[in-house]
């Protein structure tokens, strides 16, 4: 790794808990949440971190959990950045919560975040339904979890939810005015997939896996002029073409931060997906 790499991740993991600020606006639910529960799960590469939110009136770690993985690009280490949803989530679904502090770049590579995520996911589907879902390249866990489960046959997720996911990390993004720059994904690919020949593996690019059959059904949010669109509007064509039951929604007029770039549809998005979670864990 260049030693310029090195230091432009690292400042970008060491900042994110103070300078990501978003979602303030989209606390529709949950405000008033006690905090959530420290929870330490077994991994293969050693033990992670999850943020436990229980449903309104549930016990402590009880009931059907959706887990969840924050964004930033797989070098940003701050899972605190998606509190607003999973409050949210843990409110409006009503079921209990888990938001995972995988590990990021510079400090791991490829695949230690896939692995972590599928290990915890895995973890609490051994004792309750388990859905699954992020943001951006947490969205691209969600993805790779999904497919790791099928394919290792650990557990059976009831849903997956992807929220503007970076689903090929092999291919270049669209030069343009969004905010998922191509020096951005060329910064992530040096750091956090080094060996280009990992970079089409199933489980780091979910959309250049050869077969989507088997999947569970899939919530897929893009923004209309998010850069990294094409991954999640592909992947929707994709999963629908092997059969499994799609929910594919487009915000129009938005960039990567569709949320919170139009708050009035987010609500409706929001609920949507709010009642998918609970549909789907019930």
């Given at each position: 790794m260049?030693?310029?790499?090195?230091?432009?991740?690292?400042?970008?993991?060491?900042?994110a808990r103070f300078t990501v600020r978003y979602g303030a606006e989209l606390r529709f639910a949950g405000r008033g949440l006690p905090r959530p529960r420290r929870v330490r799960?077994?991994?293969?590469?050693?033990?992670?971190?999850?943020?436990?939110?229980?449903?309104p009136g549930a016990g402590p770690g009880e009931g059907p959990a959706y887990v969840h993985f924050h964004g930033g690009a797989?070098?940003?280490?701050?899972?605190?950045?998606?509190?607003?949803?999973?409050?949210?989530?843990?409110?409006?679904?009503?079921?209990?919560v888990l938001n995972v502090d995988f590990l990021?770049?510079?400090?791991?590579?490829?695949?230690?975040?896939?692995?972590?995520?599928?290990?915890?996911?895995?973890?609490?589907?051994?004792?309750?339904?388990?859905?699954?879902?992020?943001?951006?390249?947490?969205?691209?866990?969600?993805?790779?979890?999904?497919?790791?489960?099928?394919?290792?046959?650990?557990?059976?997720?009831r849903l997956q939810v992807l929220g503007v996911p970076a689903l090929d990390v092999a291919s270049e993004v669209p030069r343009g005015a969004g905010t998922i720059s191509p020096s951005l994904r060329d910064l992530v690919r040096r750091v956090y997939f080094p060996d280009p020949a990992t970079r089409t593996e199933p489980a780091a690019s979910p959309l250049l896996a050869p077969d989507l059959r088997g999947l569970p059904r899939a919530l897929v949010m893009t923004g209309e002029h998010d850069t990294l669109r094409p991954d999640g509007d592909r992947y929707a064509e994709r999963l629908r073409a092997a059969g499994v039951?799609?929910?594919?929604?487009?915000?129009?007029?938005?960039?990567?931060?569709?949320?919170?770039?139009?708050?009035?549809?987010?609500?409706?998005?929001?609920?949507?997906?709010?009642?998918?979670?609970?549909?789907?864990l019930a």
């Open positions: 260049r030693p310029a790499d090195r230091l432009r991740a690292s400042l970008l993991h060491a900042s799960v077994g991994t293969r590469h050693g033990m992670v971190t999850a943020w436990e939110y229980d449903a797989w070098l940003m280490r701050h899972p605190g950045m998606d509190d607003w949803w999973c409050r949210y989530v843990a409110a409006a679904a009503s079921v209990r990021a770049g510079p400090y791991v590579a490829y695949p230690v975040a896939q692995h972590q995520c599928h290990d915890v996911a895995a973890a609490v589907a051994g004792t309750a339904p388990v859905a699954v879902g992020g943001f951006s390249s947490g969205g691209g866990l969600a993805a790779s979890v999904c497919l790791q489960a099928r394919d290792a046959g650990s557990f059976v997720p039951e799609v929910w594919h929604d487009v915000t129009p007029g938005v960039d990567h931060y569709f949320l919170t770039e139009d708050p009035v549809r987010a609500r409706a998005t929001m609920g949507r997906v709010a009642r998918e979670i609970a549909a789907a």
